[in-house]
């Protein structure tokens, strides 16, 4: 089953006949909905939806890696536990906290 987000009023009419099996949708929307749906209710859709994205796709901190290609400084400062992507730029006088991820600039 899919799920779907109703942020818009001018999308009620195909809200209706939605085949989704659950909707992330404001309160004044829930009267709206197909009796076969699941409703996340909540006051700003487009923010439930980014906290449930979070849920499915968590930020992980790697190791520390430090790529071979990327250019760093040597007045920069790397904290502990850094990721530097491939090819990215730190400049003079950078200073980078401890687990932070830089990727390509």
């Known amino acids: 089953e899919n799920i779907g987000m109703l942020h ?3 999308y009620i009419p195909e809200f209706k006949n ?3 099996g659950a909707c992330i949708l404001a309160p004044q929307h829930v009267q709206h909905a197909p009796e076969h749906m699941h409703l996340l209710v909540h006051e700003n ?3 439930g939806f980014a906290l449930i994205a979070q849920l499915f796709y968590p930020i992980t901190q790697s190791k520390k890696n430090i ?3 990327a250019h760093i400084a040597s007045s920069a400062i790397i904290g502990q ?3 530097i992507a491939h090819n990215a730029f730190i400049g003079e006088n950078v200073r980078i906290g401890d687990n932070c991820s830089i990727g390509v600039n």
Do not use: E, F, G
């Open 8 to 10: 818009s009023k001018k």
């Open 18 to 20: 939605s085949l989704a």
């Open 45 to 47: 859709p487009y923010k």
């Open 67 to 69: 790529a071979s290609t």
């Open 81 to 83: 536990d850094c990721c």
